[in-house]
């Protein structure tokens, strides 16, 4: 069971990435997929989840109209675009699955909870 993130990578402020979460072992579409991020010196935190089908999400108040996150459950992939980058979006990016079936993408975020993580992906935003 693997969760691998891809596409992070130095930009410009106001520069767009678009992130992938791939999955191998099991069945993304099985999975509420989350993504999170952690700074240095800051604790870990939501930024956006999906619900299994994709029809619910969720997006932290600093990532609103900025990120997108979506799924393609035919090729076990979720993505994050993130678009107008900030400085302050610079951090490790995580994605992660929870099978729980009393689970909401809001309540994923808030709790920051998973049953599978991802390594990490650093994005960097600077100029």
């Known amino acids: 069971v693997q969760l691998v993130e891809s596409g992070g990578g130095l930009v410009q402020p106001g520069g767009s990435l678009r992130l992938s979460c791939s999955a191998s072992?099991?069945?993304?579409?099985?999975?509420?997929i989350g993504w999170f991020r952690q700074a240095p010196g800051k604790e870990r935190e939501g930024v956006s989840c999906?619900?299994?089908?994709?029809?619910?999400?969720h997006y932290a108040d600093s990532v609103e109209g900025r990120f997108t996150i979506s799924r393609d459950n035919a090729k076990n992939t979720v993505y994050l675009e993130m678009n107008s980058l900030k400085p302050e979006d610079t951090a490790i990016y995580f994605c992660?699955?929870?099978?729980?079936?009393?689970?909401?993408?809001?309540?994923?975020?808030?709790?920051?909870?998973?049953?599978?993580w991802g390594q990490g992906t650093q994005v960097t935003v600077s100029s």
């Open positions: 072992g099991f069945t993304l579409a099985d999975y509420y």
């Open positions: 999906i619900s299994r089908r994709g029809l619910a999400v």
């Open positions: 992660a699955a929870s099978g729980s079936f009393s689970i909401t993408a809001h309540v994923m975020c808030r709790s920051n909870s998973g049953d599978y």
